[in-house]
């Protein structure tokens, strides 16, 4: 499984725990670090069942009990304890009335490494910590640097964004007013380095508060990167994390841009870079007309129901849904996708029809494609890339296994 379609898949459990509420204080959030050995963890739930065991309330008696004997089962299942952790929710969701409440257990592995043992039992689940996970994405800092303007900008996971932009008022090197060129110089010099250190004081300012900043990278069109990298203007515990040098254009804030473009080779591992090589390998197939590439709903649906799909791309936008429908009165059925529910049959316009199922059509394509072995990349729209995945191939494509002649598209799916 991807690391965008994992991180997707967390991000759509945490919306349906968020929302789910137990009648009393009866759903169980487990969070175990790696290390913790099962049977000391089986010993506490163990005293937890003991404790609950005294409850007054009946039916709260009996949920807390239920819960906790669905923990200790599945927990029982691993030997021990995953390399980054084990979260465990588990309990009594409350229905429409008293007596429709329905059991819910979720066992997940945490995206990182969990640091916090945690039990609680409670109306709601502790989703807190899982959270705070996915918010702390990889941070690097930007610095472009010229003579005349400087830009500090941050990427965030696949986000880039400029934070501060700073002019210099340094003279061009014309002389004017009798001055000699060696005074000339020494001005331009000191003027450089009050420059400089202006950007650093704004740099310090920014990134020092940023506590997972992982590395800094330094880009700008002449020699003033190297001038302002060889002094110390920036603090001691910055300039460690300095992971290059990067030759670019432009400077100021469309710097900015091609810096974090650019300096993808420092930055490999970053969500940033990861997304954008998946698009421009796609862009490479589309450009180049390989055979390879394929958008448009009608096109990767048929694909992947023909198993010829091997990359599944969707954004994480993508806000339209798929209908099955069935026309009660010529008895046909047929997939509808639209941001709404069809009002009439495509085929007679009847309007007595019945909807079978209705899904969120990024789910129904995941589903789908992970049923038939495709890879699945999940793609933010907060990238360039992301939004061109959405505004020019509507949120879908996909790369194919092998070329081939055409495609024999389903006509029992419609597109509003």
């Given at each position: 499984m991807s690391n965008s379609l994992r991180q997707?898949?967390?991000k759509k459990?945490?919306?349906?725990?968020?929302k789910k509420k137990g009648r009393g204080t009866e759903l169980i959030s487990l969070?175990?670090?790696s290390g913790r050995q099962v049977g000391d963890i089986m010993n506490v739930l163990r005293e937890e069942y003991s404790?609950?065991?005294?409850i007054k309330d009946r039916t709260t008696r009996h949920h807390v009990l239920d819960a906790l004997t669905v923990v200790m089962q599945r927990l029982k299942l691993f030997r021990k304890i995953p390399e980054n952790g084990l979260i465990i929710f588990a309990g009594y969701i409350a229905g429409d009335a008293p007596g429709k409440e329905r059991m819910e257990v979720h066992v997940l592995e945490p995206p990182e490494k969990l640091r916090t043992y945690l039990y609680r039992c409670n109306s709601r689940f502790h989703v807190e910590i899982l959270k705070d996970m996915l918010s702390t994405e990889e941070v690097y800092g930007l610095i472009v640097i010229e003579r005349g303007e400087a830009a500090i900008g941050v990427l965030r996971g696949p986000i880039v964004e400029v934070v501060k932009v700073l002019t210099s008022g340094i003279p061009g090197k014309h002389r004017s007013g009798g001055q000699s060129a060696r005074r000339f110089d020494r001005i331009i010099e000191q003027l450089a380095h009050e420059f400089y250190k202006r950007i650093g004081e704004y740099a310090n300012r920014i990134f020092l508060k940023i506590p997972n900043l992982k590395g800094i990278i330094i880009g700008g069109p002449g020699p003033s990167k190297?001038?302002?990298?060889?002094k110390d203007y920036l603090h001691y515990e910055l300039k460690k994390k300095i992971l290059g040098i990067v030759d670019i254009g432009y400077g100021g804030e469309i710097g900015i841009y091609e810096l974090a473009k650019r300096g993808s080779k420092l930055i490999q591992s970053t969500e940033y870079y990861r997304e954008r090589k998946i698009m421009q390998d796609f862009l490479y197939h589309v450009s180049r007309d390989t055979g390879l590439a394929l958008y448009g709903f009608l096109e990767v649906i048929t694909a992947l129901k023909q198993g010829l799909l091997k990359t599944l791309l969707v954004s994480e936008d993508l806000r339209k849904k798929i209908f099955k429908v069935k026309c009660m009165n010529c008895n046909i059925n047929f997939r509808y996708i639209s941001e709404y529910k069809p009002e009439k049959c495509v085929k007679c316009g009847s309007e007595n029809i019945d909807i079978i199922e209705e899904n969120k059509l990024i789910d129904w394509l995941i589903e789908n494609a992970v049923n038939n072995n495709v890879e699945v990349e999940v793609i933010s729209s907060k990238t360039e890339e992301g939004q061109e995945l959405l505004r020019s191939f509507s949120g879908v494509a996909g790369i194919l296994r092998y070329k081939i002649a055409s495609l024999n598209i389903d006509e029992n799916i419609w597109i509003e």
């Open positions: 997707y898949k967390i459990l945490l919306e349906e725990l968020e969070y175990i670090p404790t609950a065991s005294n190297e001038e302002f990298f060889e």
